[in-house]
C-alpha cells in the first residue's frame, strides 16, 4: 500500500496581512491627519498675511499680496519681545522645577521605597482631575508677600507637576531593581544613587516630563492674570489676550501675533518629538 503523498499547506493570506503589503489606506489615514492638524495653521497663516482690506473683501481667499510687515508691526505694537523674556524665564525655571519634583517623588513611589505605593499612584491620578485652587493659590502669595512677584508665580507653575510623577513612576519600573540594590552593596548614597544612575537613565522621561510642562507654562494663562497686577510681567499668553482686546477688529493682525505666540512651541517640538516619543514609549512599557 503506498504512503499517501502530504501536500504542502499553503498558508492563506489573512486579511491583516493584505493590509499589511497595501500601506495605501494608512497613508490616507496619515494625509487626513496631517490636514486635520495643518489646516488651521495654514489657515491662520493665510490670513495674517492679508491687509486689512484684503480680509474684508474676503476672508477665506487666499492671500494674492502678502504683508509681511503685519508680523513686524504686531510685534512691536503687542510688546511681545518683553513678554518672550518673561515667558522663557517662567518656562525654564517652572519646568525644570516640576521635574525636580517628579523624579524626586515618582522614583520612591515607583520602587515601593515609601509606604502606600498605591495610594500615591491613586493621588497622582486624582490630582489631573482637580480644578485649580486660584483663591487658595492667591491668599497664600498674598501672606507670603509673593504676589505680583515672578518668584511666586515660578513657583505655582513649578509645583502643578500634573502627569509627571505618574508618568516618571511607570518609567522607572523600566530599570532594573538588581541595580539598585548593587548600588546599595557598593555603599552608595539614596542622593548619590538617584543622581548619578537614576537621573542618566531616565534622561528620555525627564526630557519628555520637562517638555509636557514647558508646553503647559508657555501657553498658561488664567494664574498669570489672578498673580499679576503689574502687565509688565505678564507671560506671552496673558500679553496676547491683551493684545486681543486691543485689536480685535484687525484679524490680520491678530493672526500674525497668534503666529508670533505660537511659533517657539511649533517649532521647538519640530526638535524634540524623537525625545517626547521615546518618553512617552518608555513610560508605558516600564
Excluded at 485652587?133 to 515660578?154: F, K, P, S, W
Excluded at 543622581?195 to 507654562?217: E, K
Aim: some cysteine.
Amino acid at each position: 500500500m503506498s504512503a499517501a503523498v502530504t501536500q504542502p499547506v499553503t498558508p492563506q493570506k489573512t486579511p491583516w496581512r493584505q493590509r499589511q503589503h497595501s500601506p495605501g489606506f494608512s497613508y490616507v489615514v496619515v494625509a487626513l491627519l496631517l490636514f486635520v492638524f495643518l489646516f488651521p495653521l495654514l489657515y491662520l497663516l493665510n490670513t495674517a498675511l492679508k491687509s486689512p482690506e484684503a480680509y474684508v473683501a474676503d476672508p477665506v481667499g487666499i492671500v494674492t499680496d502678502p504683508q509681511w510687515s503685519n508680523f513686524a508691526k504686531a510685534w512691536e505694537q503687542g510688546n511681545f519681545g518683553d513678554f518672550i523674556m518673561n515667558t522663557v524665564l517662567y518656562t525654564i525655571c517652572g519646568a525644570s522645577l516640576g521635574t525636580f519634583i517628579a523624579l524626586v517623588m515618582g522614583f520612591p513611589v515607583a520602587r515601593g521605597y515609601i509606604k502606600g505605593g498605591k495610594l500615591w499612584n491613586a493621588l497622582f491620578v486624582f490630582v489631573l482631575f482637580l480644578p485649580n485652587a486660584l483663591v487658595t493659590q492667591y491668599q497664600m502669595l498674598l501672606r507670603l508677600d509673593l504676589y505680583n512677584n515672578r518668584l511666586g508665580y515660578i513657583l505655582m507653575v513649578g509645583v502643578g507637576v500634573g502627569i509627571g510623577p505618574l508618568l516618571f513612576s511607570g518609567f522607572v519600573k523600566s530599570i532594573p531593581l538588581e541595580l539598585d540594590e548593587a548600588a546599595a552593596l557598593d555603599g552608595v548614597g539614596y542622593w548619590s544613587y538617584l543622581w548619578r544612575f537614576v537621573l542618566p537613565l531616565s534622561r528620555p522621561a525627564l526630557v519628555t516630563i520637562f517638555i509636557l510642562q514647558a508646553v503647559w507654562i508657555w501657553n498658561e494663562i488664567i494664574l498669570a492674570t489672578v498673580l499679576f497686577s503689574d502687565s509688565s510681567r505678564w507671560p506671552i499668553a496673558a500679553g496676547l489676550n491683551a493684545f486681543k482686546g486691543t485689536y480685535s477688529n484687525d484679524w490680520a493682525l491678530l493672526s500674525a501675533a497668534t503666529l508670533i505666540v505660537a511659533a517657539p512651541m511649533i517649532i521647538g517640538y519640530v526638535f524634540i518629538q524623537k525625545h517626547l516619543v521615546n518618553g512617552v514609549v518608555g513610560a508605558v512599557k516600564g
